[in-house]
Antibody, heavy 116, light 107 residues
Framework: EVQLVESGGGLVQPGGSLRLSCAAS????????MDWVRQAPGKGLEWVGR??????????EYAASVKDRFTISRDESKNSVHLQMHSLATEDTALYYC???????WGQGTLVTVFS | DIQMTQSPSSLSASVGDRVTITCRAS??????LVWFQQRPGRAPQRLIH???TLHSGVPSRFSGSGSGTEFTLIISSLQPEDFATYYC?????????FGGGTKVEIK
């Protein structure tokens, strides 16, 4: 059974950092594109970024709103992907989902709250 | 960036109704479009990819069509479990962009 489990969310002050993780089971993350999507409270979905599969070079792409602040990486030994977030602002407050295999599989999300 | 304009933003309908949701892209995206359903408190679920290909296990009352800049999601006969918010997503170019969502509510 395919499963994605996010972790690492929490409360952080503006300017702070957090590292989110997404642990996969049932498939190998290095064989697939993995995306991060966020949803602010009561709002719609916003694509955050993606890491391509290993055979496509492990390249990353980001939304303009997070570029140069967020970094996506992969840990093959843990079959996981990570979202490192720096310089967090109140507008980054959201439920962060990881999604795999072309948005087929989704985790339950992890909540990031940036408060002043 | 490609803007995805979804309409309507909300609608009220009854069980058995035919529902149509539209997504318009600011530039041509071929058929590089996904439709998602999101129930309250749940993660999104992929319904359709390639604008018209039904994901495995999705009921046949859902259908998608369109190419280029105009796309449509149709629910042919609304069921109680279909009351949810629907989103489109273009994957033709980076950054990927979602439509604003359509909330389907019970009339």
């Amino acid at each position: 059974e395919v499963q994605l489990v996010e972790s690492g969310g929490g409360l952080v002050q503006p300017g702070g950092s957090l590292r989110l993780s997404c642990a996969a089971s049932g498939f190998t993350v290095s064989d697939h594109y993995m995306d991060w999507v966020r949803q602010a409270p009561g709002k719609g979905l916003e694509w955050v970024g993606r890491i391509t599969r290993k055979t496509d070079g492990d390249t990353t792409e980001y939304a303009a709103s997070v570029k140069d602040r967020f970094t996506i990486s992969r840990d093959e030994s843990k079959n996981s992907v990570h979202l490192q977030m720096h310089s967090l602002a109140t507008e980054d407050t959201a439920l962060y989902y990881c999604a795999g295999r072309g948005f087929v599989d989704w985790g339950q999300g992890t909540l990031v709250t940036v408060f002043s | 960036d490609i803007q995805m304009t979804q309409s309507p933003s909300s609608l009220s309908a009854s069980v058995g109704d035919r529902v149509t949701i539209t997504c318009r892209a600011s530039q041509g995206i071929r058929n590089d479009l996904v439709w998602f359903q999101q129930r309250p408190g749940r993660a999104p679920q992929r319904l359709i990819h390639g604008a018209s290909t039904l994901h495995s296990g999705v009921p046949s009352r859902f259908s998608g069509s369109g190419s280029g800049t105009e796309f449509t999601l149709i629910i042919s006969s609304l069921q109680p479990e279909d009351f949810a918010t629907y989103y489109c997503l273009q994957y033709n170019a980076y950054p990927r962009t979602f439509g604003g969502g359509t909330k389907v509510e019970i009339k």
